[in-house]
């Protein structure tokens, strides 16, 4: 088994990743942005994933793009991969797959991007776009995905869907090492059988070590049919909080669900209710979230990121034990957690893959 990667979720959006009013030394702006990436680069970080939101919601005024921010921040780093989310519906795939391809060639090969299928209805409708069903959404990524890939490995694409047609279109330059991974999120059948189909990563909210093994293996099932069932590989989302003692850190989790802004989660709430219960089996996104989960919006507390560095280095050989590649981190004080996690939790988890790997 590979060792473990690590990616951090980029705070382009603001108000960080907590829904909390407890004062977070956190900057979205791209001053503070270009200095986190940075710093995760320096401290072996392997990906950045750039959110994308248009509208405010849960707190989150002022957003920056995904993909424009990352083609800022490439100029100013060498080694870190860039995940830009994207929402099919909202960009054209021909349009998305030219803009991927330029990432790539500006940061030398870097380029990824994560597939958000969608949640928030007022965005698409906002900007005047149809707002499908869940499973639709589904499809329409799955379709949106196919059309990048043609684009990518074909002198002249032709795709005939039923979202997207594409008539002999060129692309070029090419993407710089071939085809850009594709991550994407969803715990649906519907995104479930997405991922084992198209996508390259399948990344899961947090969860427990049982929920996490069930959709692995239940995804990795349904990639045997495609025959991908080694190709798919498995990220966790997850919220750190690294302190010298396990009481440090489970307080500053209590004094951020205590201070959460009760106003912004319950509207939150409502807003992802409707996409948890309305897929097809009834088992989306945040379908079964607590108010307590939902103060991280992607779940993150569940996975266990909280105590000492040795306690957080060895919850992550457990969820590597199960089967997860990647390991997406959500910091409260981006500047020193972020640093305090690549100094003292990554080369715990490298030594003790060494030694295992010895065994």
Known sequence: MSNVQFAYWVPNVSGGLVVSKLPQQTGWDVESNKRYIQLAEEVNYDYALFQTRWFAS???ENQLEAITLASALASVTSKINLIAAVHPGLWHPGVYAKMVATLDNI????????????????????????????????????????????????????????????????????????????FQGGNSSAAREMAAEHSDWYFMNG???????????????????????????????GFAIVRDTKEEAVGLLRDIVANADDEAVKGFREAVKHAGQSASDGQGMWANSSYEDLVQYNDGFKTGLIGTAEEVSERILELKAIGVDLVLTGHFHYETDLQRFGEEVIPLVKQKEQVLARV
Do not use: C, M
């Open 107 to 182: 940061s030398n090969g870097r380029a990824a991007l994560n597939v958000v299928s969608g949640w928030f209805k007022q965005e698409f409708i906002g900007y005047g776009e149809h707002w499908l069903d869940h499973d639709e959404r589904y499809r329409r990524s799955s379709e949106f995905i196919q059309v990048l890939r043609e684009l990518w490995t074909k002198e002249e694409a032709t795709f005939q869907g039923d979202f997207y047609r594409i008539n002999q279109a060129p692309l070029k330059p090419k993407p710089v090492n071939g085809q850009p991974p594709v």
């Open 58 to 60: 849960y707190g989150a």
């Open 207 to 237: 969860n427990t070590l049982e929920g996490f093994k069930e959709q692995i293996e239940d995804v990795r099932a349904r990639a045997k049919k495609y025959g991908r069932e080694d190709k798919i590989k498995f990220a966790v989302n």
